[in-house]
């Protein structure tokens, strides 16, 4: 069965830094895609970026971009220039649309920002 | 920008009670997911929903929950004897099932059972 493994229950990083979260999957399929979304306090669960396994081309969405290591079933998230508003919980997610479409989770990392 | 909504935001109801989540998917989208979120805890799926019927449905989603998809714009999440444990965050997503397969979600009701 798939499974999605977020190693970092919380980080913290200073205004205007970078940070990486981390997160590996696996998965026995070649097909796949693989998401971050973002949770602030509302809860509200938001797209941040998005990758499909056939790409090798890392994705980036503005601050936000993705290290995916096919071979090493990871895919970390970089976010630069980090903002008070990125403090929030982020999951990844694994999607096979072969496994009934469903989304997999990772457990979250709690993201603080420090002024 | 087309949304996925959720009514209602919050609902409080005593154990064994009977609950309808509502959610009112983007309307051009096939695929309907309901997730739901333990307070401080990982996102479960819960059921998928195509073409009118389960696709798929998790552990948690045994015979006190079902789905319907009553007039082709609604889709509801049915828990008809509510226990403690079911106090949650509700998600409903869904997804056209081409672009990305990136599923929507809608803002969540927050359930809270006594």
């Known amino acids: 069965a798939q499974t999605v493994t977020q190693s970092q229950p919380e980080m913290s990083v200073q205004e205007a830094e970078t940070v990486t979260l981390s997160c590996t999957y696996d998965?026995?399929?070649?097909?796949?895609?693989l998401f971050w979304y973002k949770q602030p306090p509302s809860r509200q669960m938001i797209l941040v970026i998005r990758?499909?396994?056939?790409k090798q081309q890392n994705a980036t969405e503005n601050r936000f971009s993705v290290n995916f290591q096919k071979a090493a079933k990871s895919f970390s998230l970089k976010i630069s220039d980090s903002q008070l508003g990125d403090a929030a919980m982020y999951f990844c997610a694994y999607f096979n649309a072969g496994n009934n479409r469903k989304l997999i989770w990772g457990l979250g990392t709690s993201l603080a920002v420090n002024p | 920008e087309p949304e996925v909504t959720q009514t209602p935001s919050h609902q409080v109801t005593q154990m064994g009670q009977e609950v309808i989540l509502r959610c009112v998917p983007i309307?051009?989208?096939?695929?309907f997911y309901w997730y739901r979120q333990i307070l401080g805890q990982k996102v479960e799926f819960l059921v998928s929903f195509y073409n009118n019927e389960i696709s798929e449905k998790s552990e948690i989603f045994d015979d006190q929950f079902s789905v319907e998809r009553p007039d082709g714009s609604n889709f509801t999440l049915k828990i008809r004897s509510t226990k403690l444990e079911d106090s949650a965050m509700y998600f409903c997503?869904?997804?056209?099932?081409?672009?990305?397969?990136?599923?929507?979600f809608g803002p969540g009701t927050r359930l809270t059972v006594l």
């Open positions: 997503a869904s997804s056209d099932g081409v672009s990305y397969n990136e599923q929507f």
């Open positions: 990758q499909e396994a056939y």
């Open positions: 998965t026995s399929e070649s097909d796949y895609y």
């Open positions: 309307s051009n989208h096939l695929y």
